[in-house]
């Protein structure tokens, strides 16, 4: 189990709270998503993304152009239209920022395709969990970071 899923399982992301796994790389379309959820007896997509770069006080994704990013955001918004619930969840891996931003010059065509799936109904999240080193522990800063999609 890993640490976003024990974070779940602990309800130590209050968003999350009344949310269970119900399965790993769940089919969607012609993509695996990472995690079927169930809400509030809702069944909920849900697709985590590591925000490994840093601008300032900002945790940006992506470091580079991603396909299957961008084809992920496009499956869970084509779900969305049809009624299905997503939700893109960005963790952001970097001590001490304070929100979270796409990296719009890395790949232009995944920022659209970001912000036509918040358009089309997916929740856009992200917490800020980061490992250090020094003590060997995992640390949930940030339960429900600022998200800034402009």
């Known amino acids: 189990m890993n640490v976003f899923e024990r974070s779940v399982e602990r309800t130590l992301i209050p968003w999350l709270e009344g949310c269970r796994i119900l399965k790993r790389n769940a089919p969607l379309g012609a993509s695996r998503i990472d995690y079927l959820v169930e809400c509030s007896g809702k069944a909920v997509y849900l697709e985590v ?6 601008d300032g006080e900002y945790a ?5 152009p991603s396909e299957r990013g961008r084809k992920h955001l496009n499956e869970l918004s084509r779900s969305s239209k049809e ?13 001490q920022v304070k929100a979270f931003k796409p990296n719009k010059r890395a790949d232009e065509k995944l920022y659209k395709a970001l912000k036509d799936a918040h358009s089309s109904g997916v929740e856009i999240r ?15 800063f940030n339960p429900d970071l600022e998200i800034r999609l402009s």
Not at 60 to 64: H, K, S, T
Not at 126 to 140: I, K, Q, T
């Open 83 to 95: 009624g299905g619930e997503g939700i893109v969840l960005f963790i952001a891996a970097l001590p």
């Open 60 to 64: 940006l994704y992506p470091d580079c």
């Open 126 to 140: 992200a917490v800020g969990l980061y490992y250090n080193p020094h003590d060997a522990f995992v640390y949930l």
């Open 49 to 54: 993304k590591s925000a490994v770069l840093r």
